[in-house]
């Protein structure tokens, strides 16, 4: 199947959640830099510092902030056309059997409940029309054929629960014009992936913005990782 990609994005509107830091707060400013109307979505907008974005309080785990999110954005805009589900957490780095409920409760809430319920609510703005494009940012972390050794359980569920949260949509939604695909950003240089990790930022999200950018009938229900098409 051909992918081709919008240069620019003008008239189009985008929702990134997680957009204060890291992958988030790069691809909310490369979308804004090429002319789409870029909701910066965060739990306290006064974080939100991207320049051309428009901050929109949104809690991924408070569904009143994500219902009110998206109702402000047909509300104001009439249309939706890209929604990057970003915001995540790492979560504890023990294997599962020392990890406290809690602390599964809290990654599972943020990293897989979370872009379920934002899409949910997204889903009748964005098939308005043909094209509407959901990006999932994953991990090779969740790909089950990368294995699942070292620890951070909750975290390796959470991704793994994220791609078939892309691969149902796809499903679902596909025939009616809609794009979803996940993305592994590789092991980037942020508050989650620490000082150590071999990829800047702007690496992290240039797959991202990438299939932000895909014109309808390109590819859909795929696992990226530099561009390239990988194994779930």
């Known amino acids: ?26 691809v909310a400013a490369a979308l804004a830099d090429r002319g789409a109307t870029v909701y910066a979505g965060a739990r306290n907008t006064r974080d ?11 809690d991924v785990t408070n569904e009143t902030t994500v219902e009110d999110a998206v109702e402000r954005i047909q509300r104001t805009e009439g249309r939706l056309d890209v929604l990057v589900n970003n915001a995540g957490v790492e979560g ?6 020392r990890v406290g409920t809690d602390s599964i409760d809290a990654t599972l ?19 308005d029309r043909k094209g509407g494009r959901v990006v999932n940012v994953s991990s090779g972390m969740g790909a089950l054929g990368e294995g699942m050794s070292g620890g951070y359980g909750p975290y390796r569920v959470s991704k793994a629960g994220l791609n078939g949260l892309t691969t149902y949509l796809h499903g679902e939604y596909g025939s009616d014009g809609l794009l979803a695909n ?51």
């Open 92 to 97: 504890p780095e023990a294997p599962l059997h």
């Open 182 to 232: 996940a993305v592994c950003p590789g092991w980037v240089r942020t508050d989650l992936g620490g000082s150590d990790a071999p990829r800047s930022v702007e690496e992290g999200a240039d797959t991202v913005v990438w299939l932000a950018r895909f014109k309808p009938g390109s590819e859909s229900g795929r696992f990226w990782r530099d561009r390239e098409v990988i194994d779930w």
């Open 109 to 127: 809430d943020t990293n897989l409940r979370g872009p379920v319920l934002v899409t949910k609510h997204a889903l009748p703005i964005l098939l």
């Open 48 to 58: 939100v510092d991207v320049p051309d974005t428009i901050p929109v309080r949104l």
């Open 1 to 26: 199947m051909a992918t081709e990609v919008y240069d620019r994005l003008e008239g189009q509107v985008a929702l990134v959640t997680g957009a204060t830091r890291g992958i988030g707060r790069a």
